[in-house]
């Protein structure tokens, strides 16, 4: 696919539909001496679940920062779920949340205290039960009145996890979900994500480095690469594309620079 395919077939701000979760026009951010985000638009409708990949410093984090209205973008347009970001978000953070493992909650409250204060902060109704069904859900009671620092990382991100569902979010950000956990762990994790976007017709995006998470879970691949896309996909597509088997190895197409001569040779 040439940057000219690619640019008339990824959709702009102009087929924005009223069901898009998330629709990102032309979005850039600079820091000092960094183009952390370099001009990309993409679309997602509501009840797909999306991957984002790209190395590290590829612009993911900022990406999702800037569509949860964390960051300022320099230039371009975020809306989610019809509103735009950061001027409307009171109309819709209580709707999405967020997850990643390198976001700590508070380490003395319990695991109890901590849901409570997220679930206040988002006025979840009949919190006690909200609470008990997430616990069940997502195997806490064992450890549900433990502090949260005493936890091992694996418990740690499943109570990231009931954090994030706490308000049963319409739209889920997702940085790196299993990052540390045993592949037993993230197996059940990924699992969990699939019923929740099923039962509850929810958007999902998620940044990750696990090439197979990607491939499982998700509908839709957008690569990032310096700040800019480099492709956007089904996953089958993209390897079809690429003359590849795996998105791991994709990922080491774009990486390490052989995307064009790749795709050419798969014509
Ligand atoms: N607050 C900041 N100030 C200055 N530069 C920043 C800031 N945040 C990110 N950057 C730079 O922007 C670029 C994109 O960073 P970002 O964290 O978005 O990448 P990423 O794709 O999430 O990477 P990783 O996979 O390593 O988490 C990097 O070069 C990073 O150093």
Redesign the pocket.
Known sequence: MTENDKASSRPTVADRSPSAAIAVDHLVKV??Q?R?VDDISFTLPRGSITGLL??????????IAMIMGLVLPTSGRVQVLGHRMPEESAAVLGRMNFESPYVDMPMRLTVRQNLTVFGKLYAVKNLSDRIAKLAADLDLTDFIDRANGKLSAGQKTRVALAKALINQPELLLLDEPTASLDPDTADWVRAHLERYRRDNDATILL?S?NMLEVERLCDRVII?KR?RIEDDDAPEAIMARYNRTTLEEVFLDVARGRANGTKEAAR
């Open positions: 820091y000092k960094t952390a790209g190395g590290n410093g590829a612009g993911k984090t900022t990406t940044a480095h990032m700040g």
